[in-house]
């Protein structure tokens, strides 16, 4: 009988790379997914679900994301204080208006891990409004999305 057992990265052997993403004229979700599969490291072939395998992603160009449909005045983001009367509503029209960074990392977040490695994981999470950012030395990769 032949026994196999299962990999398990180490936090030495994790090489983490840099990768950027332009998100004009992109659907939101779409980019999302793609970002929340780098951070995590599930391109990767020594992918562990219990460690940090993930890389950096730079996304640009957040203020010319794209929303499908309705969404635009539809979809709403809700904040709860703990307080009465203390839940906030925004509208992503509004949220994109006033923060466009804010808008793709609530939907990158929303699709990591939840508890301590997921908030690892959004860390490597870097958002700008316009196409500038200040990581050119750490030579990022640039990624299309079809």
Not at 21 to 41: D, E, F, K, M
């Amino acid at each position: 009988m032949s026994w196999q057992a299962s990999y398990t990265a180490k936090p030495l052997e994790i090489k983490r790379k840099w990768h950027s993403i332009s998100a004009a004229n992109q659907p939101l979700g779409r980019l999302a997914s793609r970002v929340a599969t780098l951070l995590r490291g599930k391109h990767k072939a020594i992918y562990t679900p219990h460690v940090d395998t993930g890389d950096f992603v730079i996304v640009t160009d957040a203020a010319q994301i794209r929303l499908s449909g309705k969404k635009a005045k539809d979809k709403i983001y809700y904040r709860y204080s703990g307080y009465l009367g203390g839940m906030k509503r925004v509208s992503a029209e509004t949220l994109l208006a006033k923060d466009p960074t804010a808008l793709v990392k609530l939907a990158v977040q929303g699709m990591l891990p939840k508890g301590s490695l997921g908030r690892q994981m959004f860390k490597k999470l870097k958002v700008y409004a316009d196409g500038n950012h200040p990581h050119t030395s750490q030579q990022p990769e640039r990624l299309e999305l079809c």
